[in-house]
């Protein structure tokens, strides 16, 4: 009901195609969440956190354009033999749930660019202008915010999460769970640290998540942030960071061309 509450809202906000993500980890009954897509006229869906070909092919059925979110090359190859139409690449700098063995962005997006034909969007480290352009110009066709949108005025996460990444560094993130599953990158609370430090496995207890996301308790369950946070100082409007972004990826962009023309720069 909160998931419809929330699409019935976008609805009333915008008339361009907007998208859910299926986080496959999370979701015990697939056929029953691809009839609540299609019942929602849904026609955008991203993937994570499981299998492409158990959703994919379904959703490619009724229509709906797919996109899956990989963390190494080997998970894009997955992804486009189940046949997807495009991927999200997200490297191993980004907070979340991650591949122990994944690269940066840096990495694996030149990477998986040049051996698939599909629209790539670049996560994983992308906070502002720089970054949007720096991820174009890899071969990246679009990007997403994570850590950003979670420090955003209209996140309904809890103000202590927020202003820890405010606060945090790029030094202030770890990975649990790097020898378990699921890893994740999470902002270096007390008890993160100390179950990197000791190499022990990390429960995912949705509870004690709630009790962060909502409550504010940073120390009950796992703040996921990525690296990038170091680059973030204030808590801001989603229109503000959009145009801002839009705005310095375009002058980055200029700037680069109007120097490589005249010579100034050269490989």
């Known amino acids: 009901d909160t998931i419809k509450g929330e699409i019935a809202a ?7 195609p907007f998208g859910v993500n299926l986080a496959q980890m999370f979701i015990r009954d697939l056929p029953g969440m691809v009839d609540f897509v299609t019942q929602n006229e849904i026609s955008f869906v991203t993937t994570s956190a499981g299998d492409p070909s158990a959703l994919a092919p379904q959703l490619k059925d009724l229509g709906i354009t797919v996109f899956h979110v990989v963390p190494t090359l080997r998970g894009a190859e997955k992804a486009i033999a189940a046949g997807v139409d495009g991927l999200v690449v997200e490297g191993a700098e980004g907070g979340g ?9 840096l990495v694996l997006v030149p990477e998986i660019a040049k051996r698939f034909d599909v629209p ?4 994983g480290g992308i906070v502002d202008g720089p ?27 809890h103000d202590n999460w927020k202003q820890s990444i405010v606060n945090g560094s790029e030094a202030d993130t770890v990975m649990v769970n790097r020898h378990h599953r699921p ?20 429960a995912l207890d949705i509870d004690a998540m709630m009790g962060t996301y909502f409550g504010g308790d940073m120390e ?35 700037t ?3 120097a490589a023309a005249e010579g100034s720069i050269s490989a």
């Open 220 to 254: 009950s369950g796992f703040a996921m942030s990525g690296q990038v946070q170091g680059r973030i100082d204030a808590v801001r409007p989603v229109a503000d960071v959009l145009r801002e972004a839009w705005e310095d990826c375009q002058s980055v962009l200029r």
């Open 10 to 16: 976008m609805r009333t906000l915008t008339d361009k």
């Open 120 to 123: 790539i969007i670049a996560a």
């Open 131 to 157: 970054s949007m352009a720096a991820a174009l110009a890899m071969g990246a066709d679009g990007v997403q915010m994570g850590t950003r949108m979670v420090a955003s005025a209209e996140s309904p996460i």
């Open 256 to 258: 680069l061309g109007t």
């Open 97 to 105: 749930f991650k591949n122990a063995d994944g690269a940066s962005t």
């Open 183 to 202: 890893a994740m990158r999470v902002f270096a609370s007390d008890k993160a640290r100390a179950l990197e430090a000791a190499n022990e496995p990390a």
